[in-house]
């Protein structure tokens, strides 16, 4: 058995979300226009605010990994779309479309045979590795895609 392409295996397809939860694309599918902007109950963002979130979590571990220059933005305000921001269908598509092109570099990057996933990051901290930086970018999604399931059903935004 090729253990390397094993563990390569079953990351991608943690990055993809389709093990033991929704993926992102099944979450924010036929999201209603007019929910957008809606704060759920007792919560202080919106479904954009939380898949904006998503998306720059991300990108940052996305940026981290790869640029040694790279300078996360600030925690948390960096992180999340501003309060009060507002989109619309055009932004929603915009955040989703990043979305996916940042996980699609992300798995190039576990994909390419040539990237040691245990050596540590050069420029990165503490010893992270780009597995870890992999996983946690499967975490963060999988907890925040849950999260955006149950305010869309509490929300009645099935």
């Not at 921001?85 to 932004?91: I, R, V």
């Not at 955040?95 to 050069?122: E, G, S």
């Not at 780009?130 to 849950?146: K, S």
Request: glycine share 6%.
């Amino acid at each position: 058995m090729n253990t390397d392409k094993a563990l390569r295996d079953h990351v991608l397809a943690l990055l993809d979300g389709r093990e033991a939860h929704m993926t992102f694309d099944d979450a924010v599918a036929n999201f209603p226009v007019a929910m957008m902007n809606v704060k759920p109950p007792n919560v202080p963002y919106t479904c954009w605010h939380l898949i904006e979130h998503i998306r720059i979590a991300q990108w940052d571990i996305l940026e981290y990994t790869r640029d040694p220059k790279h300078i996360s933005p600030p925690w948390p305000e960096g992180h999340w779309a501003h309060p009060d921001a507002q989109t619309d269908q055009a932004g929603w598509d915009e955040t989703i479309r990043r979305f996916h092109a940042d996980l699609q570099a992300m798995k190039a990057i576990v994909a390419d045979p040539n990237t040691d996933l245990l050596a540590p990051i050069p420029h990165g901290y503490g010893g992270h590795t780009i597995l870890r930086e992999a996983l946690l970018i499967c975490d963060h999604n999988a907890y925040h895609i849950g999260e955006l399931g149950i305010l869309r059903q509490v929300m009645n935004a099935w």
